[in-house]
């Protein structure tokens, strides 16, 4: 069953289309990738869908919602993971999480316990208390991760979820990810530059080029279309996106670098 749904979804700047017509659907409990270029429209893609920025065209649902009309029932189903850091390093992680419960509207008599099943789920009980500045990279991605579970969303949208992460970390990261879809029924949305990591926990990918879906398959199913022997998730990235990801501009990389150092 389908919980995220956009038809002819566009966004454009002036006169360049980031988002050209994207129709896709993503099933309920999947692990659903957006993959593509720098410039391909992932971004903006799931900022429209996160009601981050309003669609000059087209119309999309999430869990039978319209993404315009009912944008504030839209929030209420969904979380979102960005890219660059959103944690305040200055506060504790539990203090952090008291923040967010309150924004989403928590019942004050139910935000202890939500956050205590928070920190445990996503194995920082024992840093509640400690600054997030001290925390490592992939302590403070978990935490993030926390942040937008609280109210239990149906979606949960990650923006590059581990960029700057070393192997260990991307690994701990995606663990607690499986666990929170097994848990909960969560569908998850994410973009990614690893394709090594899309192959891996990804139910279905959607190559995006220049605002327009390339071609959309499971890893396996796009590998094979290939035809050749030993086929990588790069080499369909390759060949459909007309591109490697080597490619990316200066602003990309600049960006890329500083959420590195901040994950440390």
């Known amino acids: 069953m389908a919980i995220v749904e956009t038809f002819a979804l566009s966004r454009w700047f002036g006169g360049v289309r980031a988002v050209d017509g994207l129709s896709i659907t993503v099933d309920a409990c999947e692990v659903f990738g957006l993959l593509g270029p720098n410039g391909a429209g992932k971004s903006t893609t799931v900022k429209m869908l996160?009601?981050?920025?309003?669609?000059?065209?087209?119309?999309?649902?999430?869990d039978g919602y319209d993404l315009v009309r009912q944008a504030s029932s839209v929030r209420r189903v969904i979380g979102y993971v960005p890219q660059l850091v959103s944690a305040d390093g200055s506060l504790t992680?539990?203090?952090?999480?008291?923040?967010?419960?309150?924004?989403?509207?928590?019942?004050?008599t139910e935000q202890r316990a939500?956050?205590?099943?928070a920190l445990?789920?996503?194995g920082l009980t024992n840093a509640a208390h400690a600054v997030v500045g001290?925390?490592?990279?992939?302590?403070?991605?978990?935490?993030e991760i926390a942040q937008s579970m609280l109210h239990r969303p149906r979606v949960l949208f990650l923006d590059e979820p581990t960029v700057g992460l070393d192997p260990s970390a991307r690994k701990a990261v995606w663990e607690h990810l499986r666990s929170l879809r097994e848990e909960f029924d969560t569908t998850i949305v994410m973009t990614t530059h690893q394709m090594e990591e899309a192959d891996g926990v990804c139910s279905r990918?959607?190559?995006l080029?220049?605002?327009?879906?390339?071609?959309i398959g499971t890893p396996a199913e796009l590998k094979a279309s290939l035809g050749a022997e030993g086929a990588t998730l790069d080499d369909v990235f390759i060949k459909y996106?007309?591109?490697?990801?080597?490619?990316g501009g200066y602003r990309e990389a600049r960006r890329t670098r500083r959420t590195a150092r901040r994950l440390g």
């Open 205 to 207: 990918v959607a190559i």
């Open 50 to 62: 996160t009601t981050l920025l309003r669609p000059s065209a087209g119309r999309a649902t999430i």
């Open 120 to 122: 445990e789920f996503m």
């Open 134 to 143: 001290t925390y490592s990279g992939g302590m403070i991605r978990r935490l």
């Open 114 to 117: 939500r956050i205590d099943e």
């Open 209 to 215: 080029h220049q605002g327009q879906v390339a071609v």
């Open 241 to 247: 996106a007309g591109t490697s990801l080597e490619s």
């Open 93 to 108: 992680g539990a203090e952090n999480l008291r923040i967010f419960a309150k924004l989403y509207d928590i019942p004050h």
